[in-house]
């Protein structure tokens, strides 16, 4: 931590200049990439599900559900049902991006994995997805993009840490 006589008024007004920024950057800039992830074709929670498995799946394809129920929990409040739900319509024929099987270790649970047609479908997520932060990037000095990345590689480090200490 880097303390000096000099930024210690600064570092006192942040946490009410970060909090300021939530709502702003959470919900209007989250939301926004989102949208562009989803696309025209999914729904928010199928859009969060292929991001989960995508970010956090095994080689970024395959799943256990009750993970998947996990991790979707942590975002939305969402009934098991509405999962199923969810992950059934990203196995469907008009939307082949999932392939859903007996998991070998255990019959109850189930193993969701991105089929090859919801490997191109998360491919078109990034790109939209970028395409849009471009427009953002666009605006910002060379400086500003990488203390904004910087920033935000830090922030990711450190909550994760947070959480588990509660």
Not at 35 to 45: I, Y
Request: net charge neutral; no cysteine.
């Amino acid at each position: 931590m880097n303390s000096n006589p000099g930024t210690d008024s600064i570092r006192a007004a942040s946490p009410a200049d970060f909090l300021r920024l939530f709502y702003p950057f959470h919900y209007q800039v989250g939301s926004t990439i989102e949208s562009a992830l989803r696309g025209e074709q999914l729904s928010q929670h199928q859009t969060v599900i292929l991001w989960i498995i995508h970010s956090e799946g095994e080689a970024g394809q395959i799943m256990r559900r009750k993970d998947i129920e996990a991790r979707i929990g942590l975002w939305f409040d969402i009934t098991s049902s509405a999962i199923s739900k969810a992950l059934r319509s990203l196995a469907r024929a008009e939307m082949p991006y999932l392939s859903i099987s007996e998991d070998p270790r255990s019959g109850r649970e189930k193993l969701v994995t991105l089929t090859a047609e919801g490997q191109r479908q998360i491919q078109a997520m990034i790109a939209r997805s970028e395409a849009f932060i471009a427009r953002i990037v666009a605006e910002l000095s060379d400086d500003e993009i990488r203390s904004g990345i910087q920033f935000m590689r830090r922030v990711s480090e450190i909550v994760p840490g947070l959480n588990r200490a509660g």
